[in-house]
Structures are given as structure tokens and as C-alpha cells.
């Protein structure tokens, strides 16, 4: 980008001088060293855009938590509804609030 702006001065400095001809090539030449300082800016700016994206993709390939929130089990030994909510992982023995029976939620 430095060598554009030092063309585009030498082409003000072209256009102060009013040697037209030279101010346009020098112009141009900026142009095109701009353009070409943009188009690699750019690229660069899209392989950071891709890695970011690649980066925020992998923690969604992981397999989401559990719902949480009471669920709602009936208790195999008084067969009464109660609530429990469930840690991550399963198996898990849950007492029942009413006969104190240990219950072991599966599901
Ligand atoms: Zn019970």
C-alpha cells in the first residue's frame, strides 16, 4: 500500500507541475498497484473469514447438552409422577420424593 501512496504523491506532485501526460501515467500506475495491494488484502481478508468460520463451526459438531429443566418420571414403586432435573449423563439414580425409593432414570 506504501508504494501506491508514494505513486499517487509523485502523480500530485506531476499534476502540481502540470506535466499532464506524466501525472496520468503515474495515476494509473497507482491504480494499479492499489488494485493489486486490494486484491491481496482481500484474499488474505478471506482465508481469516475461513478460518473463523471453520473455528466457530467445530464447537457445534459437538453434540448438544442435554435439555435442561425438570423432567417429568413416574416412580416405578408408588407410581407417582414427580420431577427431576436431569444431570448430563445417564444412567442416574434419583430418590423419589413420596416412598423414597431409588429410581434409576435411564432415559
Ligand atoms: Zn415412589
Known amino acids: 500500500m506504501a508504494e501506491a501512496e508514494r505513486l499517487f ?3 500530485q506532485e506531476a499534476l502540481r507541475s502540470a506535466d499532464k501526460t506524466l501525472a496520468e501515467s503515474y495515476a494509473n500506475d497507482a491504480m494499479n498497484n492499489a488494485h493489486a495491494s486490494w486484491t491481496e488484502h482481500e484474499q488474505q481478508m478471506q482465508q481469516q473469514q475461513a478460518q473463523q468460520e471453520a473455528a466457530a463451526e467445530a464447537p ?9 429443566g425438570p423432567v417429568k418420571y413416574q416412580c416405578p414403586s408408588c407410581g407417582k409422577i414427580f420431577q427431576v432435573t436431569p444431570p448430563a449423563q445417564r444412567p ?3 430418590a423419589c420424593p413420596w416412598c423414597r425409593t431409588t429410581v434409576r432414570i435411564s432415559r
Open 60 to 68: 457445534k459438531k459437538q453434540p448438544a447438552p442435554a435439555a435442561k
Open 9 to 11: 504523491e509523485k502523480a
Open 92 to 94: 442416574f439414580d434419583v
